[in-house]
């Protein structure tokens, strides 16, 4: 199956529920089908392989992806965050392809072969204005790589990620129900166009029935006032964001009693931040999605049962699920294995393997999955005796001191636990005798952190090997736009401040 086989049924079904934009002035599902069938037609005469598109969010967003899967070429979002000689090594990958991007970016873009670059205003005056089109009469498309989207790139240089049609089809129609929204609702999106949960909520909200709104660039101001005007009752967010929304909400008193549900996830979310956001929206249903770019979206969920059971709970092996990303998704199958391939037992840490139809496991040029269907995510964790999964992080990022593998991810959840630690990283840091030190940076409320205490505390309750030997206080890390703490940016700024052994 095709993706835009679902905006397809979604259109027959329910061809004027209104399903891009405003309530006063958006798209009903008619004109979004319609409009896409003639980008398709466009896009067809020009004679490209991929369509790729530089920009921030807005409904040519969602018109370009539909089309591109009816003209039969790859979707390809590019991250304008990145440097413009990182970018156009992107934008020559992509080649030969129609590139439409924002008009105050097209200067960033050098000139490449097999690169027709169109400005975003251009298209938008042709696709978007005026009265609803006739339907294109296309012929059927071949390519069944629907998207190729770039990996982050925190570890290392970016890699094509190949999603086919299949992949997101799959993952779409086993996560949602078909026109299962009502008519009122209506999704806010603010994670940028080239991540997988950009790409994974225009489908669902296609196949779901569910108005699609765009917030450009997020800032928490313009979120809360978009939410309040356009009655959002669904969105997601990064940790970070959802911080900086309480924030704003506690200062304009707003309450935001449209909103249903509100999905987390691209990051590790601090305690404190999601009690209080249970406690200032009672009324809202709190899901925590973790699923990697290769895996078309999300795999596991901790649901809003799940999130109230955890905080409610005095048993602590129940109070800890709060910081796992609950169970996986009934159509895909997990295991933590060791490094010799056998599966883990409950408690016991290795590396995540998923296996399901929506799973890709695939890069361009490059086979990531086994034969037998199993991915290995990269990602260290464990489940416990109920099934919950518990991610530590990336297995690139485990500590190698003396020969000893060290996770990071168990000391960080450590020094969550002192009130003062607002937030935290642990990394190992070349060092002459171990090979690498650990080495911990954290943001602390009061500003005068008890290092002595923390360091006290790790020693005895996990070891010494793992206690820090070194420690840095920061106002904030840094993460990028989706969440993602930039390790190795904070491991190349420390390792010239780090005293060689």
């Known amino acids: 199956m095709r993706t835009p086989l679902l905006l397809d049924i979604a259109a027959d079904a329910a061809f004027d529920r209104i399903a891009l934009g405003t309530r006063e002035d958006g798209f009903d599902f008619d004109a979004y089908r319609a409009r896409a069938s003639q980008v398709a037609a466009w896009l067809r005469s020009r004679g490209k392989a991929n369509t790729a598109f530089l920009g921030m969010n807005g409904e040519a967003l969602p018109l370009l992806l539909f089309a591109s899967g009816m003209a039969g070429t790859p979707f390809v979002p590019l991250n304008y965050r990145l440097a413009d000689s990182d970018l156009n090594k992107l934008v020559a990958r992509s080649a030969p392809a129609v590139l439409i991007a924002d008009d105050d970016m097209l200067p960033r873009i050098a000139p490449a072969e097999g690169i027709e670059l169109i400005a975003r205003s251009d298209f938008e005056a042709e696709f978007l204005a005026g009265a609803t089109p006739e339907r294109a009469d296309l012929p059927e498309a071949e390519t069944d790589i629907a998207v190729l989207l770039f990996t982050s790139g925190t570890t290392g240089d970016p890699k094509a990620a190949v999603l086919r049609h299949a992949n997101l089809t799959s993952y779409v129609m086993q996560t949602v129900e078909f026109l299962g929204a009502d008519e009122g609702e209506a999704a806010l999106v603010s994670v940028p166009p080239y991540h997988i949960a950009g790409i994974s909520a225009i489908l669902t909200a296609a196949y779901g029935g569910r108005r699609i709104v765009y917030l450009p660039a997020f800032t928490a101001e313009d979120w809360v006032t978009t939410a309040a005007r356009e009655a ?113 037992a409950p408690g016991e840490h290795g590396e995540i393997h998923v296996r399901g139809e929506q799973v890709s496991g695939e890069y361009l040029h490059k ?27 990336r297995l690139d990022d485990v500590i190698v001191r003396g020969g000893e593998n060290i996770s990071p991810g168990e000391i960080e959840d450590m020094l969550r636990t002192f009130d003062d630690i607002a937030d935290c990283a642990v990394l190992g840091i070349p060092c002459e005798k171990w090979g690498e030190k650990v080495v911990a ?61």
């Not at 309480?246 to 999601?274: F, H, N, Q, W």
């Not at 199993?374 to 416990?384: H, K, Q, V």
Request: charged share 25%; proline share 5%; with cysteine.
């Open 232 to 344: 959002i009752t669904h969105a997601m967010v990064v940790p970070t964001m959802l911080d900086r929304i309480l924030d704003v909400m506690a200062e304009t008193g707003e309450t935001l009693p449209a909103l249903r549900a509100l999905s987390y996830g691209g990051g590790k979310m601090p305690e404190p931040v999601i009690a209080r956001a249970l406690a200032m929206l009672p009324h809202v249903d709190f899901v925590n999605a973790y699923g990697l770019t290769e895996t078309s979206s999300t795999i596991a969920l901790l649901g809003a049962e799940d999130h109230r059971a955890a905080f409610a709970s005095d048993d602590p092996l129940i109070r800890r699920r709060i910081a796992s990303v609950g169970q996986p998704l009934p159509s895909v199958e997990l295991e933590i294995r060791r490094e010799d391939g056998s599966c883990c």
């Open 441 to 501: 940076v954290i943001v602390s409320r009061s500003g005068h952190p008890d290092i002595e205490a923390m360091g006290q505390t790790i020693r005895a309750q996990l070891r010494s090997t793992k206690t820090p030997e070194q420690w840095f206080v920061r106002g904030a890390l840094p993460y990028n736009e989706t969440g993602k703490l930039l390790r190795r940016v904070l491991k190349a700024e420390l390792a010239e401040a780090v005293c060689a052994d």
């Open 367 to 393: 086979k990531a999955i086994a034969d037998d269907g199993w991915f290995a995510t990269n990602d260290a964790g464990w489940l416990d005796e109920g099934g919950y999964l518990f991610v530590e992080g």
